[in-house]
């Protein structure tokens, strides 16, 4: 099985979004997974999308659904993980 993806839409300089990407860091000495970090500024389109919802955890599977925003909800990132097992 491959290991799973996960994208993680940030502004530069914004605490919230440092603070989500240092916990998924520490998560992953938990779950293994890829982590991928997209800066919206750098596309209209994610902007027009998660202006004001970021940081955005999104999983890559085929549904690509948010798993959580704002803040690092764990219960769902702990579902999400042993539903994709």
């Not at 839409?9 to 779950?31: D, F, G, T």
Request: hydrophobic residues 40%; aromatic residues 8%.
């Amino acid at each position: 099985m491959s290991k799973p993806n996960l994208i993680v839409y940030v502004r530069e300089a914004c605490h919230l979004c440092q603070e989500m990407i240092a916990l998924l860091r520490q998560y992953q000495h938990k779950v293994t997974f890829d982590l991928e970090i997209i800066d919206i500024d750098d596309d209209p389109i994610l902007v027009q999308r998660y202006n004001e919802l970021i940081p955005v955890l999104i999983s890559t599977d085929d549904d690509q659904r948010e798993i959580c925003h704002h803040y690092l909800d764990i219960a769902t990132l702990d579902a999400y993980f042993h539903k994709i097992r």
